[in-house]
């Protein structure tokens, strides 16, 4: 099983000194506000929040928006006009997560160019392997060779072209672990 920082595919942009642990507390509380509220997807991973959280009113999804489009510039080495920016949340725990191989999945759902990142909010601190709770990687498919492990970080983005297959992590406890996800169209 591989683990990486980062390579050739998917980068990492670090906001620690800007988005805090009470940035990323309020957000879980709002996420879970919504989950709450019944305002979720029920397949697929479950409890995958349905509103895009980039078009939500409170402050906080500011900085969470913006390190986000900072971070697809630097991803591509110079702005870009895009649109159809969009994030959602999901939490994912040993009771929720099912098959993983049923997970597999890419966001590009159309022939121009798109980018999709991943932030992580929290990761329950009883897990055994921290490096396998981030994201699986499947550059070459599902069923391909090559698959690899992105080693989670806080307050970092870890920006990947869209059409790039992944799955959750492993799931390894009973406390959520919850993240942002994004998308993002370039033209």
């Not at 297959?165 to 799931?171: D, K, N, S, V, Y």
Request: aromatic fraction near 14%; charged fraction near 20%; charge should be negative.
């Amino acid at each position: 099983m591989q683990i990486v920082d980062q390579n050739e595919l998917v980068k990492k942009f670090d906001f620690s000194s800007i988005i805090t642990e009470d940035d990323r507390l309020q957000a879980m509380f709002i996420i879970k506000d919504i989950i709450d509220s019944g305002n979720y997807f029920t397949n697929s991973p479950p409890f995958q929040t349905k509103e895009n959280l980039f078009g939500r009113d409170e402050a906080i999804w500011l900085k969470f928006r913006m390190s986000f489009l900072m971070s697809v510039f630097m991803y591509l080495g110079h702005e870009a006009k895009v649109s159809n920016m969009m994030a959602w949340s999901f939490m994912t725990n040993t009771d929720t997560q099912e098959n993983r191989d049923t997970y597999w999945h890419h966001h590009n759902k159309h022939s121009g160019q798109s980018l999709s990142g991943i932030m992580y909010l929290h990761i329950p601190t009883d897990v055994q392997d921290f490096d396998t709770c981030g994201t699986e990687i499947a550059p070459n498919g599902p069923e391909g060779d090559g698959k690899f492990f992105i080693r989670p970080s806080y307050g970092t983005w870890q920006i990947y072209p869209s059409a790039t297959w992944h799955r959750p992590g492993i799931a390894q406890s009973k406390d959520y672990r919850f993240i942002i996800a994004a998308d993002v169209d370039i033209s």
